[in-house]
């Protein structure tokens, strides 16, 4: 009977069956008892537990794991189009890049900038409005009169503009 | 061209209390004179506003994603022996100026101080008397400033080389033939020693000699 199948249908019974074993093998377990009540768990005496109690025995779940990578690599694809085949994009590109402070090495922002604008605050939307600004009422607070430095030079060797 | 010679650790190491030894105030290098700073203190208690604004532009801000500072602006007006002027922070020509907000305020301070010494710190091109970030510098009292500017701060340090940026060839419009360029600038850490009390320090040895 298989072999009165056509070819594609017997591809597609391979692909199965091979994604069934990829998952047998990736750790698919079927419903214990202790996954409703951890009770019922078995005790593991002389080691750690090596799977966390409840859930999925990976230390993060593989299903979603994998979709977020593909979104993520989706987004890779679209940001790629996008920035690289209009002029339009490869401007948005360059903001973007200059949002992130690739651009300006010698522009040393102050730690309320650095954090905003650094990689765990990676937040477009807020950039691209009114970055919340540095209160200094506290430091006038401590020291109501602060100083403030500045170096300057005479004479940079520029020409000088007409 | 310019060699980048301090930074704020330097700075808070020539003002730490453990009192380490001076660094060169000066260099010549190829024509170049670099000083190591001007150091503002700012009336934080009489001008409350303006004091923010100044430490936000010194420290260096961002609105719209434009990032703002002292950083890399000129002094655009010299006045010789009168006044210096600075703190143009968008067209830096002495054309522009900006704040936080974006908008000109109006200083919150309740008192107005005169200009009755050199060396005072003074906001300036006022506009319906409101300000941005421009300032100038006093180099003698200038009463005739005290209607229109208003005062937040004074020179603590740099008073030599303040007068020798007011020297430098100036156009007929006063704008400075040489760049005078602010390479860096924050906001220092520790703030310097006050200076010893003449009469203070008169009082205290006829007190001592008393007992």
């Given at each position: ?35 409703t ?15 966390p ?18 979104e ?25 890049l200059?949002?992130?402070?690739n ?10 900038y ?36 500045l170096?300057?030079?005479i ?8 | ?18 009192g ?26 009489v ?5 923010k ?29 009168v ?18 907000a ?10 107005r ?10 906001l ?41 940026m ?45 007992a």
């Open positions: 009977m298989f072999r009165a199948l056509t070819r594609s249908k017997r591809a597609l019974c391979y692909a199965g069956a091979a994604t069934l074993a990829m998952g047998l093998a990736a750790g698919f377990r079927g419903a214990r008892a202790e996954d009540d951890p009770s019922k768990a078995p005790v593991r005496r002389g080691i750690a537990p090596q799977t109690p409840t859930g999925t025995p990976f230390l993060v779940d593989p299903v979603a794991w994998t979709n977020e990578f593909l993520n690599r989706i987004d890779d694809v679209k940001w790629m189009f996008r920035t690289r085949f209009t002029e339009e994009g490869r401007r948005e590109r360059e903001e973007i200059k949002i992130k402070g651009i300006r090495p010698d522009i040393r922002l102050n730690d309320h650095r954090r905003v604008y650094s990689d765990e605050f990676n937040d477009f939307e807020l950039l691209s409005q009114d970055v919340p600004q540095f209160d200094y009422t506290p430091l006038l607070l401590s020291n109501n009169r602060p100083e403030i430095y170096d300057v030079t004479g940079d060797g520029k020409p000088q503009r007409t | 061209m310019y060699r980048h010679v301090c930074s704020r650790a330097t700075h808070d190491m020539l003002s730490s209390p453990a380490l030894p001076l660094l060169p105030t000066h260099d010549i290098l190829l024509g170049i004179s670099i000083h190591l700073g001007l150091v503002f203190r700012l009336y934080g208690d001008q409350p506003q303006a004091a604004e100044f430490l936000a532009a010194a420290d260096g801000f961002i609105r719209r994603n434009i990032y703002y500072s002292f950083r890399h602006t000129f002094f655009h007006r010299v006045v010789a022996d006044s210096v002027h600075g703190g143009d922070l968008t067209a830096r020509d002495g054309t522009g100026g900006t704040t936080v974006g908008a000109p305020y109006k200083p919150d301070g309740k008192v101080l005169r200009h009755d010494q050199p060396f005072l710190l003074s300036d091109a006022p506009r319906r008397g409101k300000y941005t970030s421009r300032f100038l510098v006093t180099l003698k009292p200038a009463p005739e400033l005290d209607d229109d500017h208003v005062v937040i701060g004074e020179l603590v340090s740099g008073h030599e080389f303040l007068r020798e007011s020297k430098v060839p100036v156009d007929e419009f006063f704008k400075p033939q040489v760049n005078i360029t602010i390479v860096d600038c924050g906001i220092k850490t520790f703030s310097s020693k006050p200076k010893p009390d003449p009469a203070a320090s008169a009082d205290k040895p006829a007190a001592e000699s008393k």
